[in-house]
């Protein structure tokens, strides 16, 4: 900049509830996935939260800072999503995580997310049938026609 004032929060193009809240370093990064689901948060704003991490301006937490990471770097809101996926994917190939590990977390976050953003999700981890749907078992047919 060639003048001495200094830059603004809102001059660096970030969001003020990163500033006003603990989003960054609560203990499920629930809060940073909705506020990046909701289009709080752009690739650019997450690349500056990240440059003040860097700079140890701001505290984060490792979920948080992993989420915004791949945010950042990601072309669009799909691609993050695939990547996203693709680190649980991960997770679940190395033995990080396992079914019932997920079912519990998927549990907790369920909970915070009635709480927190009155949104209720299905379990993507439950291997029931899907929409009620229970598949039909063929009825035995009479090969002896006697």
Same mark, same amino acid.
């Given at each position: 900049?060639?003048?001495?004032?200094?830059?603004?929060?809102?001059?660096?193009?970030?969001?003020?509830?990163?500033?006003?809240?603990?989003?960054?370093?609560?203990?499920?990064?629930?809060?940073?996935?909705?506020?990046?689901?909701?289009?709080?948060?752009?690739?650019?704003?997450?690349?500056?939260?990240?440059?003040? =991490?860097? $700079?140890? &301006?701001?505290?984060?937490? #490792?979920?948080?800072?992993?989420?915004? +990471?791949?945010?950042?770097?990601? /072309?669009?809101?799909?691609?993050?999503?695939?990547?996203?996926?693709?680190?649980?994917?991960?997770?679940?190939?190395?033995? =990080?995580? $396992?079914? &019932?590990?997920?079912?519990? #977390?998927?549990?907790?976050?369920?909970? +915070?997310?009635?709480?927190?953003? /009155?949104?209720?999700?299905?379990?993507?981890?439950?291997?029931?049938?899907?929409?009620?749907?229970?598949?039909?078992?063929?009825?035995?047919?009479?090969?002896?026609?006697?």
């Amino acid at each position: 900049m060639t003048n001495n004032k200094e830059e603004t929060d809102s001059d660096m193009g970030i969001p003020p509830f990163v500033f006003t809240s603990n989003v960054l370093v609560e203990k499920e990064p629930i809060g940073i996935l909705h506020a990046i689901n909701q289009g709080v948060i752009s690739r650019f704003n997450a690349w500056q939260i990240l440059r003040l =991490i860097h $700079d140890e &301006e701001l505290k984060c937490g #490792l979920p948080q800072y992993g989420i915004m +990471t791949v945010f950042s770097l990601s /072309k669009d809101i799909e691609q993050f999503r695939k990547l996203y996926d693709q680190g649980c994917d991960m997770l679940r190939h190395e033995g =990080i995580i $396992d079914d &019932e590990i997920e079912k519990k #977390l998927f549990e907790e976050l369920s909970q +915070t997310l009635k709480k927190k953003a /009155k949104v209720s999700v299905k379990n993507p981890v439950d291997k029931s049938s899907k929409n009620g749907k229970t598949k039909k078992k063929p009825l035995p047919t009479n090969k002896n026609k006697n």
